[in-house]
Nanobody, 116 residues
Framework: QVQLVESGGGLVQAGESLRLSCAASGMTFNINLMAWYRQAPGKQRELVATITTGGRTNYADTVKGRFTISRDGAKSTMYLQMNSLKPEDTAIYYC??????????WGQGTQVTVSS
């Protein structure tokens, strides 16, 4: 089993920055891919960014150039640096981890609210 705990959410104004963290514990050696998802009220869950064990990253077009995903392997922690935040970035952000074909483990989520 793997446990994921997100932190770093909060209320900011448009244009400001936040950094989310996802601390992984347990059988983390089984993880090949980690990701950040988000879900806004009344909307479907959206994939924000992914990162492989080797450090390869991918981003949704809506956040490309503003968000940066990274991992600290020694600490089993994943980050999401969010710059130039917009009101439409408001959502609950979830950390996910698993294999290259399926995310098996999920965190409880952290709220990000961006005011205009």
């Amino acid at each position: 089993q793997v446990q994921l705990v997100e932190s770093g959410g909060g209320l900011v104004q448009a244009g400001e920055s936040l950094r989310l963290s996802c601390a992984a514990s347990g059988m983390t050696f089984n993880i090949n891919l980690m990701a950040w998802y988000r879900q806004a009220p009344g909307k479907q869950r959206e994939l924000v960014a992914t990162i492989t064990t080797g450090g390869r990253t991918n981003y949704a077009d809506t956040v490309k150039g503003r968000f940066t995903i990274s991992r600290d392997g020694a600490k089993s922690t994943m980050y999401l640096q969010m710059n130039s935040l917009k009101p439409e970035d408001t959502a609950i952000y979830y950390c996910a981890a698993g294999s290259l074909v399926q995310f098996t483990f999920w965190g409880q989520g952290t709220q990000v609210t961006v005011s205009s």
